[in-house]
């Protein structure tokens, strides 16, 4: 299918050209200045014993009997016939292939206007797709093209998100459907893995991320973070790289997995909570659970923890509750959405309680619905 696919597409472009002598190209070039074809991605002057990515040349036997392998064909453009009189110029045809157009370019080609990706989320060596109905139609298409211009494996996503568990159904394009899904992504100087087909992961969230770590890092890099809602560690993992100490936990075990390998990976000392030595000095920097967070909140009460964060948008403000239970100072970082037609303070006050919350918007995940964050103290969960 490849091959076919490639050949289906071969673009012909003539073009007036001279031979010239190797030994000569600096004076030639000078004799041939304001004459040269400027192509995009095709160089002006051409090795005829080189193999272009993307375009060959071809030209008729008896102007190949009449110059030299070892020459170099200038490109000319139309007013380069002014240079027979020194030259021997003559036509070529520049056969453009697969591998010179852009995606851009070969969307225009096999699509409709109406089934053309414009932007796409890149997770690691992953492409991830989400195609609307029309789009999908053409997915294979779209695949391959993605996966030929970019050496990535292309994935599409087909289901919702879990609200649990962050996660959605993903279906392979074109690539290695094996261990395609399981990729290293480099946020604020850390690698992490991700297994996009178990855990959630929105690179768009990158900027919200590095904002929330630079002001929790305000506070000194010696301070205690609860993550209640980890993920696959883009708080955790960098926080802890700063000299934290961060309490991660997550339901689905999928991110709990991903999260070791990728502390191993950065070489942060990380171990698993046990709730009967938590009082005791390691020299671990994240400790890591993997169950409800209602219990898991209910372990940490005697930890003095400077910042917890909520980042499970859907659930966020039910578990606010469980902070009463905490007696010392603290700030809350809580994401939340907002649906069309709602207030986001009002949510907050008959959500939480907290009577005056600072509330700040996010980002739109869709036209019905927007991401926002309640930043909170102990004193304002009276």
């Known amino acids: 299918m490849e091959e076919k696919f490639k050949r289906i597409l071969e673009y012909v472009k003539i073009v007036d050209c001279c031979a010239i002598a190797s030994n000569d190209i600096k004076?030639?070039?000078?004799?041939?200045s304001g004459h040269i074809l400027k192509l995009s991605r095709i160089p002006g002057v051409c090795d005829l014993n080189k193999v272009y990515s993307g375009f060959r040349i071809e030209m008729e036997k008896d102007d190949l009997s009449r110059i030299d392998p070892n020459q170099k064909l200038i490109l000319l453009t139309e007013r380069g016939m002014m240079l027979s009189k020194r030259y021997y110029v003559f036509r070529i045809e520049l056969i453009l292939q697969f591998d010179y157009f852009t995606y851009d370019e070969l969307f225009k080609v096999f699509l409709p206007e109406n089934a053309r990706v414009g932007a796409y989320e890149v997770v690691g060596d992953v492409i991830h797709l989400n195609l609307n109905e029309?789009?999908?139609k053409y997915k294979e298409i779209i695949g391959f093209i993605l996966h030929n211009k970019t050496g990535k494996t292309v994935v599409n996503k087909t289901g919702k998100i879990d609200n649990v568990y962050r996660n959605y159904e993903l279906e392979v394009l074109q690539g290695d459907d094996r261990d395609a899904m399981e990729t290293i992504v480099l946020e604020n100087?850390?690698?992490m893995v991700v297994d996009l087909k178990s855990v959630y992961w929105c690179s768009r969230l990158q900027g919200e991320r590095s904002k929330l770590i630079s002001e929790i890092l305000q506070g000194g890099s010696?301070?205690?973070i609860c993550d209640c809602f980890c993920g696959v560690g883009p708080h955790a993992l960098p926080l802890a790289k700063a000299g934290c100490v961060v309490y991660a936990n997550d339901l689905n075990?999928?991110?709990i997995s991903c999260l070791k390998k990728s502390a191993k990976l950065n070489q942060i000392a990380c171990t698993e909570m046990n709730e009967s030595d938590l009082n005791t000095v390691h020299s671990s920097r994240i400790f890591i659970s993997n169950q409800d967070a209602s219990l898991y909140l209910?372990?940490?009460t005697d930890i003095p923890i400077d910042h917890f964060i909520f980042n499970l948008p859907e659930y966020s403000l039910e578990y606010v509750k469980h902070l009463r239970q905490f007696s010392h100072q603290f700030t809350l970082h809580a994401y939340f959405f907002v649906r069309k037609n709602e207030n986001s303070i009002d949510l907050v006050r008959i959500k939480t309680g907290v009577s005056n919350p600072t509330v700040t918007f996010v980002r739109d995940v869709s036209p019905?619905?927007?991401v926002y964050k309640l930043t909170a103290t102990r004193n304002d969960l009276v």
């Open 27 to 32: 004076n030639d070039m000078k004799t041939c």
């Open 134 to 136: 029309e789009q999908a």
């Open 189 to 191: 100087g850390i690698k």
């Open 222 to 224: 010696n301070q205690i």
């Open 253 to 255: 075990s999928a991110a």
């Open 298 to 300: 209910s372990q940490l």
């Open 368 to 370: 019905s619905k927007s």
